[in-house]
């Protein structure tokens, strides 16, 4: 069995925190506030109407630390059976759980405190262990590490878990708590990466679970699969001795290994029999009672078994027993598939379905090709003729029969019909073996023809239906909630979607996960856009009957005609067409210049998308409307996607056009105000509409277009994703070999780490990555490092650079150690120990580099970095085949280490290209800028994408900008040349090509050299003849210094050679420039550039997957990837980008794949709720990675902030310390002016009476904490804080507008105050930095999703010098996620303390230890005042207090309009609003912003 490794207690676990709309009850004036045992807590309940709580009230006294002790109370099991049964316990309704009495009781820490530190297996009672499985499964509701307070106490951990699979055992359970333990063992086998949690849930899959098969399927798996004759033997010897070992009677029936999944499978279909609809006299299921909490279990129990049979390990022995029980065809033939409200159920019943049939060998995870897929079909359904043909007279014809004719499902059923009941079950019973005889389905003959049915049809091949799915998303899919559900996705329920969690069944398995999520990802930001699109339009029906729209939209505009323009025959072996183009004819007329230009811009390749809309001849009312669903509420009908092959204005000329087809110098600005845009339609979505027109009299979806709609072309990019990886869905053994387990989640983790790895470096030139000898020293500790030189002397004064000769495996920490591994020794305890082993020896060569040549630009650029010794065990990992995961905390360096990867990997490789992967623009430019700065050539870089510009320097590094770099420096070298041929008395017309100057070089320059060396040869001695010799003197005439001084004939030689290697290097660059000689065309040179020239290529995620099939075109190749930001990069998004090349004699090209990233920040931004908590598609490959256990280097030392603010997050990492520079720099060591603390926690009380408030649905503001914030910054401005040094961040969207608007309010009307650096959520400021950060946490009734520890480390990691925190202390001091960063934050006072003395200057000399004469501000209007009055000290200084006073803003008025126009934008700075756009430009502040959901996330590219 597969062993999968865990990670450990502070490791990552599903951390995504999300929190939901509470509902209201049907009267809310029929609920007391205080609530009653058992009844749900109204949705607008505040912090104290919590704290009045009888939930509340019982947890103090029992178990809530005051003062960090427990109550003394002692542990009272009648208070968990009373809490269970009047507040937890549920008896009807769909919910298995009453959700807000559950938050409440996690929240206070009812099982870390209680529940477990009380649990005893010997007499937990049932209501213990239930009480347990709920609130571990409200941790996984909200993805809160679920498993970490049972870390302490494994053995006991194993006790709760046996207790809990036997749990059942002589107890009849309601409804609610079946699906609650059925909920529990989903996230158990979700949890596979954790060690206890494995051993003890992968039992109930082992082989053991066969004692439970039926005779006949156990006999026949066994032929199946002879191997596991002699496993079953062996196992069954085990068994048998280790119960006579306990005096036991071997009965293998009896074990739960045995019969526990069985036993819930039977505990299902009896559900499903008898427990979905309560009236069994009526046959019509439209009238039938549904029960809904069976209905959930039973939705439940698919997901369940979805699980079990798409993950390998549960996989290979539970598909037998899914298949002897016949689950699918209970399901399908049961009434809930065809009722109404077992859509969902149906859609998850033809998921398992999928994943039962899924093409892999089971036992040796292999996956089938199509054609071994259809032999194994043919194989089977021929076995099964012969059966026939000798027992079954009756089906002879079936026999007979070509198989082509009688493998259809209806074929099957029609020759299946001539059997009598008794017939067909010895058929299926006796003779297939597919059933037993004993199951009571066995005398129904629907069941067990569709038995037969579901084994010997044809299944379509998974590459057909995949190619067969139209990429753009139709209205169908759109607003299919179970599928796409709304933004207030709960969690509570399940949903017929793929999850991504730690493994996968084969690489297709794999695609087709990510290919449906990010299609369904991409079809909900569709929807979003459409609903914010369509309203503006003011459709309404006309006198005539007509669609007409009123208004007007930014992004969709009215279409005049659209028309089929031509349909190609299909492909051969295909039905649909080749492709459909149609013609879309609309008028620009109404809009204003900035928009005409807008939709003018569209260009080849975007994507649209046709509307039909048909509204209601009368507005719904408001009740009609409550009722109907959003299209019906739009009048929306049809929804179809379609590419943009061109654009033409009102006189046919073509616009933007990218291909060559309009010349430059013919270009012309577009004529009059109508537009015909060609596009291409989705070939398969046409074919389905044309085929439902002929065989169902369907209408003409293409008749009635009326709207055209485009998005913002950065979200619009999702058809070329998709459309890769349906490629790569085509493609067969894409991954190189090495990282094809590990990349699946299978074998051993450590397997792609280059110890394990053929082909190593032996010996490594590191240049410049070491300052001197003491830092390489201090770099190994471990070893005793000698240095010699090439003859193998030693070195007495060795300097850089310096190759070393490696070892296969390195000690210490600059080794990578696995996930589940953390640091348990303090370096402080081992300060006595002396470690008396002899050192293992580590050679070093130190090497005198050879001259580069006399001119300043042939000097190499020399790295100024201190690597550490944990930097330093990554860059030889990276420089090593294989995979190289490094965590890089904040400030650790992490750039520094990926960018000296790639210089010590293109000095040791130089023939080899590396690809440079980053998820934001911005990083990718860091990276770039500092690879600038190391000894690579420029043109030896290409960057690609959109963010070029961005990049700060003089230098072009796009394909464009790289050619004319080329070409002028082609000019450049020729000249060179004919200044060298000028030099030799040579005609300089060996200067005209590239051609020519390399023939000057063979015949006049290298023959040169050669004599001249060989006249060396015997003047060792005179130490004048290298300067009298030299044959270049008089073209080096010209350097900054003389070349030779004539004293040493070694010295002078070395110069020589260094001259020379000046020489070979113009040479070689003219060989370089003479392709771009030969070839004439932009676009040529462009791809040779990247194709053959650059050896760095670097490109956002993003970019990569827009334009991987124009990189398979052109050939492009690369032996390496370097991924940035890895952890904030979608798995999919990851995955691309290792597979823009052709595989090279079946075998892929990459040698060395390097992510870099932090898995303790936030991940990938997934817009959708469900997709982030039911699917984890917001799980990164990288932390995956981390979960499987795949080992990774950790850098360990920060230099970013104050080692007292790095306390604040440290805890989260192994063994994060400090580098020197915090330490000893004096900016680190005084104190900040005006503040008594470094950092601090602020309590903020309600202001005017309220603390947080919530506008609209996910909204969250606090009205309280952006006056205090402001009021703090205004009074760091007064002390002469610079404005860019201040970034103002917070958790949440709507908390970020209402700073704005307060700060457009009390700050921009003052010159000398002005707006901060950045305001901003926490999200959005990943990867930056500033000197003071002021954080609200704006929530005062729940943590919030500030409950993703990810997302604190981000909060608490972005300040260098000053963090103040305003935040509610009594909410947020409970959390049990993040105590160790509020335990320390709370040893400070819990008001705001300043230093009034210093009122002058941004810094002190009062040491940042020192806290002075402190001040503790008592509240927000305090604060308000003290500003105040500095505002009036400043105003009487400047001699114009009068004119302050009378323009002084209030602050009471919470929601004062904003002095005049002026706004603060995302980068704070102030602009002036456009009043003819002040209504559009509110609405696109908000999709700017993000704010489309309450995790306060925005949309990155």
Known sequence: MTKVYGTGTYDFKRHRVAEYPLELPSNPADKPLEAKPGSNLPSSITLSEIQQDRLTKIAEESWIKTGGKLPEKPFDPEVVKEIYATELKVTSGRKPVPLQRVMILEVSQYLENYLWPNFDPETATFEHVMSMILMINEKFRENVAAWICFHDREDLFKKFLQKVLRLKEGRDLTIAEKTNYLVFMINAFQSLEDSVVNETVLSLAGLQSWHSLSYGRFQMELCLQPDLIKKWKRLSKKWAAEAMSKGEQFDPSSSPEANFVRSLIEEFVEVLDHGVFADEGDDTAGFQLVDDSSVLYCERFMEFLIDMLNQLPTRRYL?????????????????????????????????????????????????????????????????????????????RDVALANIGSVHKSSDLRRRLSALSLEDLRDVVCSKLKLVSRHDPWADSKDFLTEVVVSSFEKQQSQKEAINALPLYPNEQIMWDESVIPSINYSGEGCLALPKLNLQFLTLHDYLLRNFNLFRLESTYEIREDIQEAVPHLLAHIDNEGETAFRGWSRMAVPINGFKIAQVKQPNIGEEKPASVTAEVTFNIKSYRTQIRSEW???????????????PSFEPLGAEEADKATVPQRLGLQYVRGCEVIDIRDEEGNLMNDFTGKVKRDEWKPPKGEMRTVTVALDAAQYHIDVTDIAEKGAEDVYGTFNVLMRRKPKENNFKAILESIRDLMNEYCIVPEWLHNVFLGYGNPSAAQWPNMPNLLKTVDFKDTFLDANHLSESFPDYEVSFVTADGAEVLDPRPPFRITLPKTLKGNANALSGNKISET???????????????????????????????????????????????????????????????????????????ILNVLYHNCPSQRTLIITHSNQALNDLFEKIMERDVPARYLLRLGQGEQELATDLDFSRQGRVNAMLVRRLELLSEVERLARSLQIPEDVGYTCETAGYFWL???????????????????????????????????????????????????????????????????????????????????????????????????????????????????????????SAQILEIETFIPMLL???????????????????????????????????????????????????????????RARPSLAKLYNWRYRDLGDLSIVKEAPIFHRANAGFSYDYQLINVPDYEGRGESTPSPWFYQNQGEAEYIVSVYIYMRLLGYPANKISILTTYNGQKLLIRDVINRRCVPYSFIGPPSKVTTVDKFQGQQNDFILLSLVRTRFVGHLRDVRRLVVAMSRARLGLYVFCRRSLFEQCYELQPTFQLLLKRPDRLGLNLSENTLAYTDRAVEEVGDPYLVHDVEEMAHIVHDRMNEFYKA????????????????????????????????????????ADESSKEMEVDNGVSSENGKADEN
């Open 826 to 900: 303090n370096p402080a305890d081992n300060v006595d120990m002396v470690d008396v082993s002899p050192k293992e020896k580590l050679i070093v060569e130190a090497y005198t580099p050879p001259d580069p040549g006399p001119y300043p630009q042939d000097q190499p650029k020399q790295n100024s970095v201190k690597f550490t010794p944990t930097q330093v065990g990554a860059i030889i990992s990276g420089i090593q085949p294989g995979l190289t995961m490094v965590v890089g905390p904040p400030g650790t360096g992490k750039t520094d280490t990926a960018v000296q």
């Open 319 to 395: 598909r037998p027993l899914v298949a002897d029980i016949a689950v699918v065809a209970k399901c399908r033939l049961s009434v809930l598939y065809k009722h109404d409200k077992g859509k969902l159920f149906a859609q998850l019943v033809d998921l398992l379905q999928f994943y039962e049939k899924f093409e892999i060998k089971d036992h040796d995870g292999t996956q089938l090709t199509d054609d071994e897929a259809l032999q194994f079909h043919y194989d089977r359904f021929m076995a099964f003729q012969l059966l026939a043909f000798k027992k079954i007279p009756k089906l």
């Open 1003 to 1125: 015949l006049h320059v290298y023959s040169r050299w050669e004599l001249f060396i060989a006249a060396c040869a015997g003047n060792e001695n005179n130490p004048s003849f290298v300067q009298d010799r030299f044959p270049f003197k008089e073209f080096f005439s010209d350097t900054p210094k003389p070349v030779f001084s004539g004293e040493s004939f070694e010295k002078d030689m070395r110069a020589a050679k260094g001259c020379f290697s000046h020489l070979k290097t113009v040479f070689q660059e003219l060989e370089e420039c003479r392709a771009f000689e030969l070839l004439k065309s932009t676009a040529d040179r462009a791809n040779y550039l990247m194709t053959k020239q650059a050896k760095i290529v670097a490109m956002t995620c993003t970019h990569a997957a827009l334009k991987r099939r124009d990189f398979l075109k052109l050939g492009f190749k690369y032996d390496n990837l370097l991924m940035e930001e």
């Open 600 to 614: 003018n811009s569209l260009k080849e390749h975007d994507v649209l998308f046709l509307l039909c809309i048909r």
């Open 1141 to 1199: 090349q052709r595989q090279e004699d079946g075998h892929a090209r990459l040698k060395r794949c390097i992510l870099i990233g932090d898995h303790h920040q936030l991940p990938p931004v997934v817009k959708n709720m469900a997709f982030q908590k039911y699917s984890h598609m917001d799980q990164s490959l990288f932390t995956r990675f981390v979960r499987l256990g795949i080992p990774y280097i950790e850098l360990n030392a920060q230099g």
């Open 1438 to 1477: 400047q001699g114009v207090y009068e004119q302050y006073q009378n323009n002084m803003p209030q602050i009471e008025d919470g929601n004062q309009d904003m002095e005049g126009d002026t706004v603060v934008g995302e980068d704070g700075e102030s602009e002036k609003m456009q009043p003819e756009l």
